[in-house]
């Protein structure tokens, strides 16, 4: 599992890295207020900004294996996981979806909140993780 977190975090990190320099350099160069706005460069930047904050506090959760519950850290770790992949993904999509020709991804609007309560379920389960005995 904990081979599993530290897989994923790095993958996660160096997608976070590459998808922010893309907003910083390739979508600025697209802003034409139709089909690429400064709103959504600034969606895409929250995503890859949480994204990065999340796979580091999965760097974190691996570390703290040993000293702290594993359940509670399998758990907030998971969290982080779908989270990352929730709110960040659909973030990701909604805010290119018009650059990009796709018409039907509305539906991934409520996505991002269910995402946004994965992180919070995660830090609640970190914040756990010491409280709860081995």
């Known amino acids: 599992m904990q081979k599993r977190f530290l897989v994923f975090s790095g993958i996660s ?3 976070a890295v590459a998808l922010g320099a893309m907003a910083a350099h390739y979508l600025e160069s ?13 969606t895409f930047e929250t995503a890859a900004r949480y994204q990065m904050y999340h796979s580091l506090v999965l760097v974190a959760v691996v570390f703290l294996f040993e000293k702290f519950n594993p359940k509670m850290l399998a758990k907030a770790g998971y969290c982080f996981m779908a989270g990352i992949v929730l709110f960040s993904g659909s973030l990701y999509l909604l805010s290119t979806a018009k650059l990009m020709g796709l018409t039907t991804v509305k539906w991934l ?11 919070i379920a995660g830090w609640i389960f970190l ?4 409280i709860k005995k081995k």
């Open 109 to 119: 609007g409520p996505i991002t909140p269910i995402g946004g309560l994965f992180f």
């Open 13 to 15: 990190g160096a997608i």
């Open 127 to 130: 914040a756990l993780a010491p």
């Open 30 to 42: 697209k802003l034409d207020g139709v089909l690429l706005t400064e709103r959504n460069i600034q």
